[in-house]
């Protein structure tokens, strides 16, 4: 019995444990409520099911929840993924372009650069925009939430100007695959989500980087004391957000073959942050999870797929997401669970003496 | 010693009022027809719900706190008055005050949330958003014309002023909310908690002050705040859309920081925060005046404004963290 109790202090205790649960509670609802969610078919070579789609649509967010984690892992927050995505698809999609020309009696796609280069030119104004906010928090020491309020509000501006406030479609076929390919079968872009974890996670574990960031958001004058290079992985973090934002925009665009300067996004950075939540990451910073931060987009996103495929109107999937959040973040909350379980033990009191006695 | 605080305290809203009239003056200069007192009284008609709503994020700025819900608040307000009055066929004079009460239950929900449960702000109110904002889908996706007969008046109805100007009802509504937040921040034991809470939370509760009560209240005001910013956006849109007032909580917090209130807390006044609106507000004129520039350049305009004023605020407080090291 005892061991029992050890062993269910220790699995709750583990940073997964909320998460996961949480993504249990959801799939098992759909176990017993959804048809077939669970079927995972093979038709015309690519898998098929629900649940392969999860884990295509969240494929965004989990790029953003990675990029996220570190920056709030550091103390900070980057609420400004949303205008980065937007300007991402924007600046990919007007260098593309992609006219539909007659050469020589057959269609042809002309672009105004070759794909790489405009995939490339997205990253990198991506990345650009996360230095910018990186150098606002570490080097003139603006608070984050209002560094990257500012490109938050800047940003969507900014994006409609590349694409002279129209939504730009594009035609071109190749950048399609980025956004709905397929390669062996499964979503293309489980492979840049898996890509850009692997190589996070490396550097994170087999260099000190993960610990310096960790330290940074447990006490950041502790950890310049100690000889950490603070501001510069602070400008980092936010550096790589960006980076991920723009990989997340390049998807979303690439999946809708357009890019909408107004609604790209549109509060993909509420989703990132409550993703890192949903995790178990504190958002003060410190100890983080990737992997929690992963599980907390497909959480979100298999919130929302559910309630598509329970026949629910879609209009309640906010609601629905709302409580929630707040069930979760209730169960999350330390103090929270004190009062719960202090009124819990008080009627449970003789039990818990006997054990003492017994110790 | 008391000097350089003084000045520091009022440093940024004298730097607010002062490009205000700057832009106002050079509007003045480039345009005919701009400098009116017209279109001085159109920046308050055009942005009082904007005004009542960021007093309450003042004081929650105040506090060191955010709130995120706002702009869903509102669209909530509207959508489920334009439903009560169009489709249940309500009186106005029972449901405004509904609308009220429902805003201070929501503040005071999320105040809950936030002090007693140590939940972060920006989560609760988070979630308190896509609530409010679902809710208003769950009402109706599609908009609702307000057709009410005292809803229209309200609407239409101009006050006139001498010079043969004239304001809307909604002016007065902005007005009366800025001098009643202007007493409680000023001369209340309720705002001076405020401010001291912002200083220094913990202090604030060593020195016995009531940090709990007034951290709730703080928040069920701005709760009260935004759903009387939402009859007004009511009163000016005469309509409810799940899609209003998208990125208005950007916009008040953009204009409480222009107007001198740090997100830090503890500083911060509602002139300022009436300034920081009017700022937006003349930006808006100068662009509608020169009748080419896409809307979206508002949008980059305040972001560099509000860049600006965050850079000017950090490099003050350096300045001042400095002289204390040196002292």
């Known amino acids: ?359 | 010693m008391k000097v350089p605080q003084l000045n520091y305290k009022y440093m940024n809203l004298t730097i607010t009022i002062a490009l205000f009239f700057s832009l106002f003056l050079a509007g003045a200069v480039w345009y005919k027809g701009f400098f009116s007192l017209q279109v001085f009284l159109n920046m308050f008609i055009d942005n009082a719900f904007l005004i009542v709503t960021s007093v309450g994020m003042t004081f929650v700025l105040i506090i060191g706190g955010i709130d995120i819900s706002i702009g869903a608040v509102i669209a909530l307000v509207c959508m489920f008055s334009a439903n009560l009055l169009e489709v249940r066929q309500w009186s106005p004079a029972l449901v405004i005050p509904l609308m009220l009460a429902i805003g201070c239950l929501f503040g005071l929900v999320q105040g809950v949330f936030i002090h007693y449960f140590k939940m972060q702000p920006f989560i609760v109110t988070l979630a308190g958003m896509f609530l409010a904002r679902g809710l208003c889908y769950v009402i109706s996706i599609d908009t609702v014309l307000i057709t009410d007969p005292f809803y229209q008046w309200m609407a239409t109805y101009r006050i006139p002023l001498p010079f043969h100007t004239f304001i809307s009802f909604s002016v007065v509504i902005a007005v009366v909310v800025l001098a009643l937040a202007f007493y409680i921040l000023g001369y209340t034991r309720f705002g001076r908690t405020a401010y001291a809470i912002g200083g220094n939370e913990q202090s604030a509760l060593l020195m016995g002050l009531p940090v709990g009560r007034t951290k709730v209240l703080v928040y069920t005001l701005n709760g009260c705040c935004s759903a009387l910013a939402g009859i007004v956006f009511s009163f000016y849109m005469l309509s409810g859309y799940g899609l209003h007032a998208v990125g208005l909580e950007m916009d008040a917090i953009a204009s409480v920081v222009i107007g001198g209130t740090p997100l830090t807390g503890g500083i911060g006044f509602v002139t300022g925060t009436l300034f920081g609106v009017l700022i937006q507000g003349v930006i808006q004129t100068l662009i509608m005046f020169q009748g080419t520039l896409s809307s979206w350049w508002t949008k980059i305009a305040i972001a560099f404004l509000l860049c600006v004023f965050i850079i000017l605020q950090r490099l003050i407080m350096a300045r001042k963290e400095g002289r204390k090291s040196i002292a």
């Open chain 1, 1 to 359: 019995m005892e061991i029992w109790i050890k062993l269910w202090r220790i699995v709750t205790n583990s940073r997964l444990f909320w998460p996961l649960a949480a993504l249990a509670v959801v799939l098992l609802f759909n176990f017993f409520y959804t048809k077939d969610f669970f079927v995972v078919e093979i038709k015309d070579g690519h898998f098929y099911g629900v649940l392969i789609d999860i884990v295509n649509r969240a494929a965004p967010l989990m790029l953003l929840a990675i990029g996220m984690t570190l920056v709030v892992a550091t103390k900070g927050i980057d609420i400004s993924v949303g205008s980065v995505i937007a300007i991402s698809g924007a600046v990919a999609a007007s260098l593309i372009g992609g006219n539909l020309e007659y050469v020589d009696g057959t269609q042809k796609l002309v672009t105004l650069v070759p794909m790489p280069v405009a995939i490339v030119a997205a990253l990198a104004v991506t990345t650009l925009l996360g230095m910018w906010n990186g150098l606002l928090v570490a080097r003139v020491g603006i608070q984050p939430i209002v560094a990257t309020l500012i490109l938050l509000v800047a940003g969507r501006g900014i994006a409609q100007l590349i694409t002279q406030g129209q939504i730009i479609t594009i035609y071109y076929t190749p950048f399609k695959f980025i956004g709905a390919g397929y390669l062996a079968g499964v979503p293309f872009t489980l492979f840049i989500v898996l890509l850009v974890f692997a190589v996070i996670l490396y550097l994170l574990n087999k260099t000190a980087l993960g610990l310096f960031i960790e330290a940074i958001g447990i006490n950041s004058v502790a950890s310049r004391f100690s000889g950490i290079h603070v501001s510069k992985y602070i400008f980092l973090a936010y550096a790589f957000s960006g980076f991920c934002a723009g990989v997340a925009g390049l998807i979303i665009c690439s999946n809708v073959s357009s890019a909408d300067g107004n609604n790209a996004g549109l509060f993909m950075e509420l989703d990132a942050i409550l993703a890192v939540a949903l995790g178990g990451n504190s958002l003060d910073g410190g100890k983080f999870s990737l992997l929690g931060s992963v599980i907390g987009a497909l959480v979100i996103q298999s919130i929302t797929t559910s309630i598509y495929a329970t026949g629910v109107p879609p209009e309640i999937t906010l609601v629905v997401k709302a409580i929630v959040v707040i069930c979760i973040c209730l169960m999350q909350s330390t103090s929270f669970r004190t009062i719960i379980f202090a009124r819990w033990g008080q009627k449970r009191g003789s039990v818990s003496e006997s054990t003492t006695v017994k110790l």
